[in-house]
């Protein structure tokens, strides 16, 4: 109840009243040209004994007691004390009518909160509790509760401005190694140094004629003819070939590239040497055998442009054969891609330098070691509609060859829904009064034998298995539908459904978060 004392007021007071008492002066001049106003309030007690002042125990410095409508954003200058009880001094000889005052106060939003006892004739106020909730200003809760919204904030600006400062190292290294080309395209770059096709001069074909330029196709070099000898260099390093007529010569001329001008599909040692070849002239008079060469060359250079590092990455794995003996086998496993049918099953065997599967209709896939970038072991606990597999994928930097395909991504699963058992059904137990409990220790024994069969790979191929983290999984739709994918230390997987989603997060530049309400999630890789 608000109460204005003027002369149309007629409310008595009584005895067991707590008013807030407050004074209010307007029109005070601050200067010549400024005016202001102010208020003064005090917390009084009615009583039998006479009116007791409830605030004369708080400190009343200025700081303290003061605030602003028009400086609400300025601290206050001295600390306020939190939970200190402070004695009325006029009431400490006598005990039973102490007052004890508990002030709690903080830098924006001050609360007042007195717990008072007070003896008096009614006993409805004898041992009554008072509290008294003032606040400085009306944001001054607001500001309470945003204030560790901010602080938080405060970090994550910081922690960008950390990250903005390593993404400018970043780029500034990647723009000195000439690094701002695509992923796929850096990773085909060749080093100039590493194009030696031969070791020395015997390695050189046989069948080379003196004076005469030559061509080994399945090294994709040019032998040059100079002097008694001839000078290889890699087709790599040939930037264009030309030919035109002079008669009675015909001409070809040899444009390579250089490090004095970029190249996307090399990279040229940092410490340059003194002189280097820019282009070479041939000519002769024999020009049909001229123009031969000339389209041999334009062949050769096409051939490697297309797919000569698929190529090469092809008939290295096709030169290798798995070594034996055969370190372990997994039984009674699913194959994906399906070789044949709707579904392939088989075993996996390990041998050293690759694993081979063999389906139960006789056929084969090779997977050699040196193909393979990761590996990912997922275990299954508890199925569920999102993981319900024990699968051991391989995420392959060359594609590996099933049947007339090829494929980046292969993998062996068991399904560990169901109540049939997927490895060791020969072992089948006819105790089916606890179904639920022998699905589970199929389970553990399922996940037990791809966990043998990880180590191993792991022991003689160096290979380290990545894990997906199944509690940080999300629902999301990296292509066409729907699935779930788990963050692992190094990779965003989706190894359940097909097509298999695996995303390396080296390979990815910036995330950015859009409508939050929905999760949508923006991956940009660095060969934008």
Do not use: W
């Amino acid at each position: 109840m608000s109460l204005i004392i003027n002369e149309k007021n007629e409310k008595k007071l009584e005895e067991g009243m707590t008013i807030a008492l407050i004074f209010g002066f307007n029109e005070l001049k601050k200067s010549s040209t400024e005016t202001f106003a102010i208020q003064i309030a005090d917390t009084i007690l009615i009583s039998g004994a006479g009116v007791e002042n409830l605030t004369s125990g708080i400190v009343k410095t200025y700081d303290e007691i003061s605030y602003s409508f028009e400086q609400e954003e300025i601290k206050a200058s001295t600390s306020f004390r939190d939970k200190k009880t402070i004695e009325n001094p006029k009431n400490q000889k006598n005990e039973k009518n102490a007052k004890n005052t508990q002030i709690t106060k903080n830098a924006k939003n001050t609360k007042i909160v007195e717990k008072t006892s007070v003896s008096s004739k009614n006993p409805t106020t004898s041992s009554s509790t008072t509290q008294v909730f003032l606040t400085r200003t009306r944001s001054g809760l607001k500001e309470d509760l945003i204030a560790p919204v901010q602080n938080e904030n405060t970090k994550i600006i910081e922690h960008q401005k950390e990250l903005i400062e390593r993404k400018k190292l970043e780029y500034q290294e990647r723009l000195e190694n000439n690094g701002f080309e695509g992923l796929e395209e850096s990773s085909k770059a060749l080093k100039v140094e590493d194009l030696i096709g031969y070791k020395n001069v015997k390695e050189l074909p046989k069948d080379l004629i003196k004076g005469e330029i030559g061509l080994d196709k399945k090294k994709f070099t040019i032998l040059f003819p100079i002097e008694n000898t001839h000078f290889p260099l890699h087709i790599a390093l040939l930037k264009n070939i030309s030919k035109y007529f002079d008669q009675p010569f015909l001409y070809l001329r040899f444009n390579f590239f250089h490090f004095s001008e970029k190249s996307k599909g090399l990279i040229f040692p940092k410490n340059h040497p003194e002189f280097y070849i820019k282009e070479l002239c041939f000519r002769s008079t024999e020009q049909n055998k001229m123009s031969n060469i000339f389209k041999s060359v334009k062949d050769l250079q096409k051939t490697f442009k297309t797919n000569g590092f698929k190529a090469n990455d092809e008939n290295e794995s096709m030169e290798k054969t798995l070594k034996n003996p055969i370190l372990a086998k997994l039984k009674n496993v699913k194959f994906r891609p399906n070789i044949s049918g709707r579904k392939t099953e088989g075993h996996l065997e390990l041998y050293e330098n690759g694993v081979k599967f063999i389906s139960v209709k006789g056929e084969t896939v090779e997977i050699f070691f040196s193909q393979v970038k990761q590996m990912f072991f997922q275990p299954c606990h508890k199925p569920t509609d999102s993981n319900y597999i024990i699968a051991l994928h391989f995420h392959c930097k060359s594609q590996v060859k099933v049947m007339n395909k090829f494929f980046d991504d292969v993998q062996v699963f068991v399904e560990a829904l169901g109540s049939a058992r997927e490895i060791g059904k020969d072992n089948e137990s006819d105790d089916e009064n606890d179904e639920e409990e022998i699905e589970k220790k199929e389970r553990m024994k399922i996940n037990k034998e791809f966990e043998e069969f990880v180590k191993k790979i792991e022991e003689h191929a160096g290979l380290i298995c990545d894990i997906p983290f199944k509690e940080l999984g999300f629902m999301g739709m990296p292509t066409k539908g729907l699935v779930f994918l788990q963050p692992t230390k190094n990779y965003l997987v989706n190894l359940q459904e097909k097509p298999f989603f695996v995303l390396c997060l080296d390979e990815v530049d910036f995330v950015c978060l859009e409508r939050v309400i929905v999760r949508k999630l923006i991956l940009l890789y660095k060969d934008y």
